[in-house]
């Protein structure tokens, strides 16, 4: 990217198996964005470039397996909260992460994104589009449903959590 590029980092929550790493795959290999490794010695770690409104940004993602470690971790601009519909457990994990989470006031001056990945398999649904937006608006985060594996609505989350980064930005 060039000098002038600002960098976001993007926290990723969620329990095991909810789509993280696909989903970081998957914005790697979308159009229209320019991906690439992120530094060498921070395996976990990857950046994609986007350019919004005429402004390009650079969106570097981080996974993390638990809450301790993004506390732990360097501050982000963005919160990403993933689970997986057909998950209970991993909708309820989400649940108790943002709860503790708003207890620490890591919410606040960042945007928080609500994820509900693998919409694909719709006969193993075992939590609402309703409880997902219920959850959503508790916290004030927004709320999307995607399909990484069939690349439903995967780009529109991307461009999703880098307007939402402008916004808080402009906010405060
Ligand atoms: P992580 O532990 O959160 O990083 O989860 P992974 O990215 O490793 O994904 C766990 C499994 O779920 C893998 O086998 C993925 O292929 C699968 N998976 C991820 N997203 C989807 C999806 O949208 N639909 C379906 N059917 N499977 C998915």
Partial sequence: ???????HRVAMLGAPGVGK?????QF?????????????????????????????????????GTLKELEA???????????????KSSFQKT???????QELGMLRN?????????VDLARSRAVSTQDGKCLACTYKAKFIEVSVGINHNVDELLVGILTQIRIKATQT
């Fill in 1 to 7: 990217p060039g000098m002038d590029v600002v960098t």
């Fill in 21 to 25: 790493s696909a989903l970081i795959s």
């Fill in 28 to 64: 790697m290999t979308s159009e229209c964005i320019n991906a690439y490794d992120g530094m060498r010695d921070v395996p976990k770690e990857q950046s994609v470039s986007i350019m919004l409104n005429g402004e390009e940004s650079e969106l570097q993602f981080v996974n993390y």
């Fill in 73 to 87: 971790g360097q501050p982000c601009a963005a919160l990403v909260m993933m689970f997986s519909v057909v998950d």
């Fill in 95 to 101: 649940e108790m992460d943002l709860q503790r989470l």
């Fill in 110 to 118: 960042r945007a928080v994104i609500l994820v509900a990945n693998k």
